[in-house]
């Protein structure tokens, strides 16, 4: 049986913006199994980014429990934290967030760097990710000198340096067009099978359903719904009307 | 890569704490890609320490200039005062005992200095050519015969003469430097003697204490702002220089860094800014200062310049440029580090 490579069990998140609540999640209950690739989707203000940083260990949820392989992440101290989004986790993110002072080959060693490789070791590897996502050619130079679809591909390659079992990424084709979103849907599909990496990607998108093994529908702070892939070939018409 | 055959919960490391030598490579980075934007945080921190360092060149000078002279004045007058009273004391019409008692006290005086020359030479001696010994052994000669019993009148004579010429000169002196101040007139802006009389006129110009407690009110007002100025200043650049990284932060957290890494980057840049920022802020503040008091005074700026009251400006100004930039720097990339990577990554949307 596979394991269960995140598990959340009734987790809510409320904020306080001065004297208002706003309850984000209000008990949310997921198992996501390892090498699977699925999506949460839902309107904006649906919670997803939430349940996001809940599960990739961004945020604390203030109330259940998050498990990111059978670990409890509340209790986590801090080094132990920044060790699981360091060798774990790889994080991609709409806004590409990758350091802009910093070469590419740079931004994809520097989780390296953090994990204690040589710099040596570094460089290699680093190389050799770079290579994989197809910018082989572009090791030094700088984002700005990077088109949108190639900057996200730097994250992409960043978040594999530490050969993480699972990646996060939250609306990784937000700001890119329609090809280049579906490079990238594509090129984490890849990662995912040859890989087994486990993906959970939180979007809008509707290119990612074909790719994604399940999804998680998400209104209102909870799940609306759960999908297989095999579910949604068939309804696809009705899909495109319900958002 | 996958570990999930393993059943149950998975062994999570603990984040190794990377060396210093680590932060400094990545805060020197920092600072070398960032090469303009760091120059203009440090001309801020440069700006600021010369501006802080010249309001008090400036007023330790002007300071210095105001009670320099009236110092130098003062002791002459004493010594003026002392050596009158001798004077008077020989020039009065004494009584036949008085005279008695003041040629004792006048020929010991008198003998006292011939011993004090015969000292002086024989110790002068030891280190003089041969030459030199042979003048000197006739001059001691000369002074020991002077001292004998019947040769007291002329030795009394003599010395007396030797004083009284001193006190010519002394007086010439005085006229001198009354002369000098009534030139040099009031010094220009805050001038000491309007609000606080000195209360020790016989302490040295270039003494710290007079530095600080002969400033008049106003410069000790202008003093004081220049700091809250500066103070500002440094602390808004460097705040500015975190909060634009926020975002990176939060990406860096997630990465792995712990925050403690962050925190140290953070401080090695800030540091350095600071430390090369002060040096050349004191420099520039001390030096523009220092010229423009010598165009407006002239050559007294450098005669009663005061090295001690300069001295302590420095140090004051090294410690609050480097201290500041540091601290500013420190608690927003603190508490940026701190926080969640998501709220730090929401921030600067």
Same mark, same amino acid.
């Given at each position: 049986?596979?394991?269960?490579?995140?598990?959340?069990?009734?987790?809510?998140?409320?904020?306080?913006?001065?004297?208002? /609540?706003?309850?984000?999640?209000?008990?949310?209950?997921?198992?996501?199994?390892?090498?699977?690739?699925?999506?949460?989707?839902?309107?904006?203000?649906?919670?997803?980014?939430?349940?996001?940083?809940?599960?990739?260990?961004?945020?604390?949820?203030?109330?259940?429990?998050?498990?990111? /392989?059978?670990?409890?992440?509340?209790?986590?101290?801090?080094?132990?934290?920044?060790?699981?989004?360091?060798?774990?986790?790889?994080?991609?993110?709409?806004?590409?967030?990758?350091?802009?002072?910093?070469?590419?080959?740079?931004?994809?060693?520097?989780?390296?760097?953090?994990?204690?490789?040589?710099?040596?070791?570094?460089?290699?590897?680093?190389?050799?990710?770079? /290579?994989?996502?197809?910018?082989?050619?572009?090791?030094?130079?700088?984002?700005?000198?990077?088109?949108?679809?190639?900057?996200?591909?730097?994250?992409?390659?960043?978040?594999?340096?530490?050969?993480?079992?699972? +990646?996060?990424?939250?609306?990784?084709?937000?700001?890119?067009?329609?090809?280049?979103?579906?490079?990238? +849907?594509?090129?984490?599909?890849?990662?995912?099978?040859?890989?087994?990496?486990? +993906?959970?990607?939180?979007?809008?998108?509707?290119?990612?359903?074909?790719?994604?093994?399940?999804?998680?529908?998400?209104?209102?702070?909870?799940?609306?719904?759960?999908?297989?892939?095999?579910?949604?070939?068939?309804?696809?018409?009705?899909?495109?009307?319900?958002? | 890569?996958?570990?999930?055959?393993?059943?149950?919960?998975?062994?999570?490391?603990?984040?190794?704490?990377?060396?210093?030598?680590?932060?400094?490579?990545?805060?020197?980075?920092?600072?070398?890609?960032?090469?303009?934007?760091?120059?203009?945080?440090?001309?801020?921190?440069?700006?600021?320490?010369?501006?802080?360092?010249? &309001?008090?060149?400036?007023?330790?000078?002007?300071?210095?200039?105001?009670?320099?002279?009236?110092?130098?004045?003062?002791?002459?007058?004493?010594?003026?005062?002392?050596?009158?009273?001798?004077?008077?004391?020989?020039?009065?019409?004494?009584?036949?005992?008085?005279?008695?008692?003041?040629?004792?006290?006048?020929?010991?005086?008198?003998?006292?200095?011939?011993?004090?020359?015969?000292?002086?030479?024989?110790?002068?001696?030891?280190?003089?050519?041969?030459?030199?010994?042979?003048?000197?052994?006739?001059?001691?000669?000369?002074?020991?015969?002077?001292?004998?019993?019947?040769?007291?009148?002329?030795?009394?004579?003599?010395?007396?003469?030797?004083?009284?010429?001193?006190?010519?000169?002394?007086?010439?002196?005085?006229?001198?430097?009354?002369?000098?101040?009534?030139?040099?007139?009031?010094?220009?802006?805050?001038?000491?003697?309007?609000?606080?009389?000195?209360?020790?006129?016989?302490?040295?110009?270039?003494?710290?204490?007079?530095?600080?407690?002969?400033?008049?009110?106003?410069?000790?007002?202008?003093?004081?702002?220049?700091?809250?100025?500066?103070?500002?200043?440094?602390?808004?650049?460097?705040?500015?220089?975190?909060?634009?990284?926020?975002?990176?932060?939060?990406?860096?957290?997630?990465?792995?860094?712990?925050?403690?890494?962050?925190?140290?980057?953070?401080?090695?840049?800030?540091?350095?800014?600071?430390?090369?920022?002060?040096?050349?802020?004191?420099?520039?503040?001390?030096?523009?200062?220092?010229?423009?008091?010598?165009?407006?005074?002239?050559?007294?700026?450098?005669?009663?310049?005061?090295?001690?009251? &300069?001295?302590?400006?420095?140090?004051?100004?090294?410690?609050?440029?480097?201290?500041?930039?540091?601290?500013?720097?420190?608690?927003?990339?603190?508490?940026?580090?701190?926080?969640?990577?998501?709220?730090?990554?929401?921030?600067?949307?």
């Amino acid at each position: 049986m596979q394991q269960n490579i995140v598990r959340t069990r009734d987790v809510t998140k409320v904020y306080t913006m001065g004297k208002v /609540e706003v309850h984000a999640l209000r008990g949310v209950d997921l198992e996501i199994r390892a090498g699977e690739y699925i999506s949460i989707m839902g309107p904006s203000g649906s919670g997803k980014t939430t349940l996001f940083n809940m599960v990739g260990g961004l945020d604390k949820p203030t109330g259940g429990k998050v498990y990111i /392989e059978e670990v409890d992440v509340a209790q986590l101290d801090a080094y132990e934290l920044a060790w699981l989004r360091c060798r774990k986790i790889g994080y991609i993110f709409q806004t590409f967030n990758i350091i802009p002072v910093m070469t590419a080959l740079e931004n994809v060693t520097l989780p390296m760097v953090f994990a204690g490789l040589t710099t040596d070791e570094a460089r290699d590897k680093g190389v050799g990710l770079l /290579e994989r996502v197809g910018l082989g050619e572009r090791l030094s130079h700088k984002p700005f000198e990077l088109s949108g679809g190639q900057q996200q591909r730097v994250a992409v390659a960043r978040a594999m340096a530490n050969d993480p079992s699972l +990646i996060l990424a939250d609306e990784p084709t937000g700001n890119l067009d329609i090809k280049t979103g579906t490079e990238i +849907i594509d090129l984490l599909k890849q990662l995912n099978k040859e890989r087994s990496v486990t +993906i959970i990607s939180a979007t809008h998108d509707h290119k990612m359903l074909s790719a994604s093994d399940r999804i998680v529908w998400i209104r209102d702070g909870k799940v609306d719904r759960i999908e297989e892939r095999g579910d949604i070939k068939i309804e696809v018409g009705t899909i495109e009307g319900e958002e | 890569m996958n570990e999930a055959q393993a059943p149950g919960p998975a062994r999570i490391g603990r984040q190794m704490v990377l060396p210093w030598r680590k932060a400094i490579e990545i805060a020197i980075k920092s600072i070398k890609v960032r090469f303009w934007r760091s120059m203009i945080t440090m001309s801020s921190i440069i700006l600021a320490i010369a501006f802080l360092m010249s &309001i008090w060149t400036s007023t330790a000078i002007t300071t210095a200039l105001a009670l320099g002279p009236q110092n130098d004045i003062d002791s002459l007058r004493q010594r003026i005062a002392t050596v009158r009273t001798t004077l008077d004391a020989a020039q009065g019409a004494p009584s036949p005992q008085d005279l008695q008692t003041r040629l004792a006290s006048d020929l010991e005086i008198a003998r006292q200095h011939a011993q004090d020359q015969i000292d002086e030479a024989t110790e002068a001696i030891e280190d003089a050519t041969s030459e030199e010994k042979k003048t000197l052994e006739t001059t001691i000669a000369d002074l020991k015969a002077r001292l004998a019993p019947d040769k007291a009148v002329q030795l009394l004579h003599d010395d007396l003469t030797e004083r009284k010429r001193q006190l010519e000169l002394l007086k010439g002196e005085v006229d001198a430097v009354l002369q000098q101040e009534r030139v040099a007139g009031e010094p220009q802006g805050a001038a000491p003697k309007t609000a606080d009389k000195p209360a020790e006129p016989k302490v040295a110009g270039g003494a710290v204490t007079t530095f600080l407690s002969h400033m008049s009110a106003t410069d000790k007002w202008l003093a004081i702002l220049a700091l809250l100025v500066c103070f500002v200043g440094i602390v808004n650049a460097m705040f500015m220089t975190v909060q634009e990284r926020f975002r990176e932060i939060g990406t860096m957290k997630c990465l792995g860094a712990l925050d403690s890494f962050i925190v140290k980057i953070f401080l090695i840049e800030s540091a350095t800014l600071g430390f090369i920022g002060t040096l050349f802020g004191i420099a520039v503040g001390l030096l523009l200062s220092t010229i423009r008091q010598a165009l407006v005074y002239g050559t007294p700026t450098f005669t009663y310049f005061p090295p001690g009251s &300069i001295l302590l400006a420095v140090l004051m100004a090294a410690f609050v440029g480097l201290v500041l930039s540091i601290l500013a720097a420190l608690f927003p990339a603190r508490n940026a580090a701190r926080m969640e990577p998501v709220e730090a990554m929401r921030i600067e949307e």
